[in-house]
């Protein structure tokens, strides 16, 4: 039996139990309580063979600059071929500038991101809340981010995921999703791209494993 670390120290935990829930195919909660499986196992012995590596850096509420300094070096070592950040809005705000509001500030951190990513030569995927109308809109664009004007003026890509929250029970093989849940089908929507066609595509989301998969994939294995 694994014992739960303490809350103070869970980021990181959660972080690899999600991992393996993914890899290994079993379900968080179990994985959570202590338990092992054969498939995790299995999945332990898959990933150790991976020639590269996941480095976690915890900065949640720390500047913008910061991140990018700490990324930066990590490209430079040759510790990381992209970078990901969880996600915009966690970012400190830095110390009021003469003549910006606080949406210019927010797209002066998405620059030097982006700023970043052309002199390192590295992908950046930046994550991003909705805004509050989000909630009430049936198709969500990339104007329903937070901050998007800026946001959209500098990505060269977006994309939005989208879950309908049902208004009527739907049953499916695994089970009922009840009136009031969010639906496991996954909108994915490209809304801007630079250098490509957009458009959008169903997929099917398996929460208690936090994975994704094609909707007919899903089907074909609930027959």
Not at 20 to 32: F, P, V
Not at 141 to 160: F, M, P, Q, W, Y
Not at 192 to 212: C, H, I, V
Request: glycine content about 6%; hydrophobic content about 40%; some cysteine.
């Amino acid at each position: 039996m694994i014992r739960r670390p303490p809350r103070s120290t869970l980021f990181p935990y959660t972080t690899l139990f999600r991992s393996m829930a993914r890899h290994s195919g079993e379900a968080i909660a179990l994985i959570e309580q202590g338990g092992v499986t054969d498939a995790m196992n299995q999945a332990v012995d898959a990933i150790s063979k991976w020639p590269g590596q996941i480095q976690y850096v915890h900065c949640a509420g720390w500047p913008m600059a910061r991140v990018v300094s700490v990324a930066s070096n990590l490209f430079r070592q040759d510790k990381a071929d992209i970078i990901i950040v969880d996600y915009l809005q966690k970012a400190a705000w830095r110390e009021s500038v003469r003549g910006m509001n606080t949406a210019q500030m927010r797209g002066a951190d998405v620059e030097m991101l982006k700023s970043m990513a052309e002199l390192e030569g590295t992908p950046v995927l930046l994550m991003s809340q909705m805004n509050r109308e989000a909630a009430y809109q049936k198709r969500k664009t990339r104007h329903t981010l937070r901050g998007s004007g800026e946001i959209d003026e500098k990505a060269n890509l977006v994309i939005t995921l989208d879950r309908e929250l049902l208004e009527d029970d739907v049953e499916y093989p695994s089970r009922t999703y009840r009136a009031g849940e969010y639906s496991p089908i996954m909108t994915v929507r490209v809304d801007k791209q630079t250098l490509g066609r957009t458009g959008e595509m169903k997929m099917w989301m398996d929460l208690p494993r936090f994975s994704l998969r094609d909707v007919a994939i899903q089907e074909a294995h609930d027959v």
